[in-house]
């Protein structure tokens, strides 16, 4: 006589391999895991870190092509770090962010979009680098879901206080990465122990490296960078990580939160450039 088969999945949020009918993960306390509302193919796919960080990463490539669509600035004139450049006018249309944009015409939406923008290929280049580097690991330890919301709120941190600081124009991805960062070493010195103390170690060589890298640069942001830092630490401590506090329906809805932000946002700075290459005025 056959025994029953038992049909194992992974759970929809910490992704340990259980019975798809158990009643809640036993391992997160998920409740209803394989229901078809939190097990299919979509939920799966938005989920799952590794497609969240090749989206990330694919929107930022893409709305540098179209910076460098729009530009009037001549490409591969120049030097090394100026090499692929758009203008700062294809910058200002698309979501550049800072006290022009914000107090001059309005643009508080910028403090989304900007987080999406660079100023050249080694610009670019570096960030996500970064990105592909620290996204996985706080997916890791704080969950998929917040790792969506510390990148999203933590360069909206950085922007805010560079524009208090009195920035006048600013863009680029490495605010939301302080905000990894800032997540990361709240982690290290809150969990503590062997790992725990590599993970800050690790964490705070980017943190001097940042620092140093602004003091020998021109034009870094430094306040967007140390926002999105003390952003990351605060938003690491009221969402928790995964060691002490499972993800929730909490986390979730956070998170979907940024992303229709980030959606509207980046819709609004293609249709300012839209408008602006037409003849037209958007603001």
């Known amino acids: 006589m056959s025994t029953p088969e038992r049909r194992s999945i992974l759970c929809p949020n910490c992704n340990k391999l259980i019975s798809r009918d158990e009643p809640s993960c036993p391992w997160c306390g998920t409740a209803r895991p394989g229901s078809w509302l939190k097990n299919n193919p979509l939920t799966r796919s938005v989920g799952s870190a590794d497609r969240l960080v090749t989206i990330i990463i694919t929107v930022n490539v893409v709305m540098y092509v179209v910076s460098l669509l729009i530009s009037n600035r001549p490409q591969g004139s120049g030097g090394l770090f100026s090499a692929l450049s758009p ?3 294809s910058l200002f249309v698309l979501g550049a962010t800072g006290v022009v944009p914000i107090d001059r015409y309005g643009r508080f939406w910028t403090l989304l979009t900007a987080n999406y923008l660079h100023g050249g290929v080694l610009h670019i280049l570096f960030n996500m680098m970064a990105l592909r580097q620290l996204l996985p690991l706080v997916a890791q330890e704080y969950g998929t879901w917040r790792m969506l919301t510390i990148y999203t709120l933590g360069g909206v941190a950085g922007y805010v206080l560079s524009y208090f600081a009195g920035v ?53 942001n430094n ?21 002490r506090r499972a993800e929730n329906l909490f986390h979730k809805f956070l998170a979907l939160g940024c992303i229709l932000a980030s959606v509207a946002a980046l819709a609004l700075g293609l249709l300012s450039a839209f408008f602006t290459l037409s003849g037209g005025h958007f603001h």
């Open 87 to 89: 203008d700062q006018s």
């Open 223 to 243: 306040w967007g960078h140390g926002g999105g830092v003390v952003g990351g630490i605060i938003l690491g401590f009221l969402l928790g990580y995964r060691e």
């Open 168 to 220: 006048g124009y600013t863009i680029g991805a490495s605010a939301a990465l302080c905000g990894l960062i800032g997540s990361l070493l709240y982690y290290g010195k809150s969990r503590g122990g062997l790992y725990g103390q590599a993970v800050f170690k690790e964490v705070w060589g980017w943190v001097v490296g940042l620092f140093l890298f602004g003091l020998v640069v021109p034009g870094i």
